[in-house]
């Protein structure tokens, strides 16, 4: 572990003692969020030190104008940004005029944070004494409610230890705030109006561009020693800002709260001329409630999600708290509830990468939520896709392409690529294969094929279309490649007939005509629909089919494995074994330059394609790839370790399976990559549930069977999970020597174990 300050808990993210040079970090590590908003676990007081504000609302962005230097033709206009919204946690805080500042005080005693990941909820307790010699002790907890999700809630409690005291509350709102990443440090917000009445406070802005109309609204409460307390609030309005002040003298060893209830609402969900009117009935509903009535609430919310998705292991402490983590966090970015959004790379929890929706949604996300949620949840992904289709047209068409090609952007909020780095704008088109990989994955998976014939059609026929184009027959080798692209490898740029690439491409067009003929056949009149809108003819599926029966394919006779690319065996082979230490990670370290020209592999896409194509591969294959690629592999990509541990369990490597196990699922609790301040890798936790329940577990869906081959590290006892298959739960509970299955249905199931035939029944247990 490098992050060693987070304490091993089987349910809790826990800090003990306080140090500024680790603030940031666990802003980011104790994350908020409950699909609609979330914030960085900042302090509520005034804090001086070095920190990362950030609170942000699902689906508001503003376009960033593209900063390069030099434009291409193609280029990308923009780069969507999440804003970071208003503040509405702060309370600043006054003892005896003193301001409470943990970066200027005396003395901190006592600091400990926790994110309570099977109740939903963030605390911190401390002692501190401030610089007149007055001693205190803070306890403050806080959530994002899962019930009513534009709501957060703040207790605030503040006791005097050595002394009676003058106490000032400030509960504010903020609007004068700014993003950390921004191209031209442009203004995001324009404040519309303050408002406020009694103890409610409200600020309306609207995002510049974009337009999103935001309410950001907060009230507070007061009690001592949880007998409540009326007091009217002093108030401070600003061009940017509302203050309330509320003053109150504190005995000696009594308790002075301030509860405070905040959060957004937008135009997004409500109309622009009521969003205070909401705002308030919003606020008088949690009011009713109450604090500790909204907590169980939220405890509740919580444990119905644990009950599908949690995966418990035996014996394993650290094991147990990375796989909760990342299956908490993954359910704090998205839950399926509003179709119009999608999955960013840093959820709730940052502002790298802009929030936006990438290939990781298809890739890694997408099993995840088929088999801890309803189907419909992982459709409403797939759906997002469809909704786009025009946009992805249009972006192909930018880039030259016609009829219809569609090439899906890497970044996007709205369907527009807005990526400002050309070797991704432009190259790493393999994302196309990702988003037809889902809409097979979700039918293998699901076994509901209604989503081709409604709407997956049309994105399957425009994905072909797109390689159709992109492809060019070389009269040398008298094949199709691909030239001047970006594998999921992003430490090789601009290289010609990337195996994964080509493959997936072939892949593509081979499904998009299956699909093609399947719904001709059995769904005739969605087939004339779609005929007639995309006005497809014969002599262009001849394109297509002699394009993917004549893809080229990287190969080495002598090593027989498919070369990454083209020239691979020309660098120079030292493997990362050989590599200093001192010099990883090397895109911190080294030269673009030079990582080009090294053999160094962000993420081994040719095993990615293994992965995903495995049953049109041996295992001595990929054992073959798998021991070439994985020693140049320096897993720097938060996706890569996922897959590794898959394959590596598959092949039987345990030992290995379960290192790359431990690196997924602590990639952020221990910081690998030495970037955990900047926001958490959400996209790739999907990975680490993936390494489980496909990789010790051995899930596959086999035959239109669920199949299972599951293997324990033996650093385990036993390990289990759940999954919805096609509308039966079923839960898996691994052992050393044996494992039970147990299903929550009303009919029978037929699984694999192990190559052999079982049938669960409901509500009994089968051992194997």
């Excluded at 205190?136 to 809630?153: C, H, P, Q, W, Y």
């Excluded at 052992?735 to 299955?741: A, E, L, Q, V």
Aim: charged share 25%; aromatic share 14%.
């Amino acid at each position: 572990m490098n992050n060693i300050y987070i304490q091993p808990n089987p349910w809790s993210i826990i800090e003990e003692g306080f140090d500024a040079t680790r603030v940031k970090s666990s802003e980011s590590l104790m994350s908020l969020g409950n699909g609609a908003m979330g914030q960085r676990a900042n302090f509520e007081e005034h804090y001086s030190g070095a920190t990362f504000q950030g609170s942000y609302v699902a689906g508001v962005y503003y376009p960033d104008k593209t900063r390069v230097g030099w434009w291409k033709n193609g280029y990308p206009e923009y780069f969507a940004k999440v804003l970071n919204a208003p503040n509405w946690i702060g309370i600043n805080v006054h003892i005896n005029g003193e301001q409470l500042d943990l970066a200027e005080c005396k003395s901190v005693e006592g600091f400990r944070r926790e994110l309570n990941m099977k109740e939903g909820w963030l605390s911190r307790s401390f002692t501190v004494t401030l610089k007149n010699d007055i001693t205190v002790k803070v306890n403050t907890k806080r959530f994002l409610s899962l019930n009513i999700d534009e709501i957060g809630a703040i207790e605030y409690c503040i006791t005097p230890v050595n002394s009676d005291v003058r106490i000032d509350y400030s509960p504010y709102l903020d609007n004068g705030i700014t993003n950390e990443d921004s191209n031209w440090d442009d203004k995001f917000w324009d404040v519309l109006s303050i408002d406020f009445e009694d103890n409610q406070a409200f600020i309306v802005s609207r995002t510049m561009k974009t337009d999103f109309y935001v309410c950001t609204y907060m009230q507070t409460e007061l009690t001592i020693n949880n007998k409540a307390i009326e007091a009217q609030p002093d108030v401070d309005a600003f061009k940017d800002m509302i203050s309330f002040s509320y003053n109150q003298e504190v005995t000696k060893g009594d308790t002075f709260t301030i509860t405070k209830y905040g959060g957004y609402n937008s135009d997004r969900n409500h109309d622009r001329s009521q969003l205070v009117d909401v705002a308030k009935s919003t606020l008088d509903q949690v009011s009713d409630l109450g604090f500790k009535m909204l907590l169980e609430q939220q405890k509740q919310a919580w444990a119905n999600i644990w009950n599908m998705s949690d995966i418990t292991i035996d014996g394993d402490v650290e094991a147990q708290q990375g796989i909760r983590f990342n299956i908490f966090q993954l359910n704090q970015t998205y839950l399926g509830k509003d179709a119009r959004l999608n999955i960013g790379p840093k959820g709730f929890t940052g502002e790298k990468y802009g929030g936006s929706t990438y290939w990781d949604t298809e890739a890694y996300c997408i099993p995840f939520y088929m088999a801890t949620k309803d189907q419909s949840v992982a459709k409403s992904l797939l759906e997002y896709r469809y909704k786009h289709l025009d946009k992805a047209i249009e972006n192909a068409e930018k880039l030259g392409f016609t009829n219809g090609a569609a090439l899906y952007p890497m970044v996007t909020m709205n369907g527009e690529e807005c990526h400002n780095e050309w070797e991704i704008t432009f190259e790493e088109i393999h994302r196309n294969g990702a988003i037809a990989f889902a809409i097979f994955n979700y039918y293998r998976y699901t076994g509901d094929y209604s989503y081709i014939p409604e709407k997956g059609l049309e994105v399957l026929i425009g994905i072909a279309r797109f390689w159709q184009q992109r492809a060019t027959f070389s009269t040398a080798k008298e094949q199709y490649v691909i030239l001047g692209v970006t594998g999921p490898n992003e430490y090789e740029n601009n290289v010609n007939n990337n195996w994964y690439t080509n493959y997936i491409a072939k892949w593509c067009i081979d499904y998009a005509m299956q699909s093609i003929d399947k719904v001709k056949t059995e769904y005739q009149s969605d087939y004339n629909r779609i005929m007639s809108k995309v006005n497809l003819s014969e002599d262009e599926l001849a394109k297509w089919k002699s394009v993917a029966d004549n893809m080229y394919f990287p190969y080495d006779e002598n090593l027989k494995i498919f070369l990454q690319q083209d020239g691979f065996l020309d660098k120079e082979l030292i493997t990362v074994s050989d590599l200093p230490k001192l010099e990883r990670p090397i895109n911190q370290k080294w030269s673009w330059d030079r990582i080009l020209r090294s053999p160094y592999i962000k993420q081994a896409d040719i095993l990615q394609g293994f992965y995903f194509f495995e049953d049109q591969f041996t295992n001595e294959e990929l054992e073959r790839h798998f021991d070439f690629y994985e020693p140049f592999t320096v897993h720097e990509s938060s996706l890569s370790p996922c897959v590794h541990s898959i394959q590596a369990a598959k092949l039987g490597r345990m030992d290995q399976a379960y290192e790359f196990y431990l690196r997924t699922s602590r990639l952020d609790l221990d910081d690998y990559n030495h970037e955990v301040e900047e926001g958490l890798h959400i996209t790739s936790m999907a990975g680490t549930w993936m390494s489980i329940v496909e990789g010790f577990g051995g899930m596959r869906i086999v035959n239109d069977t669920l199949s299972f081959e599951p293997k324990i590290p033996q650093q385990w006892e036993a390990f289990s999970f759940k999954v919805n298959f096609r509308n039966q739960i079923l839960r898996v509970n691994a052992c050393k020597g044996h494992t039970h299955f147990e299903l929550e249905g009303n009919r029978n199931i037929d699984i694999i174990v192990n190559g052999k035939s079982v049938t669960i029944s409901p509500n009994s247990l089968v051992t194997v």
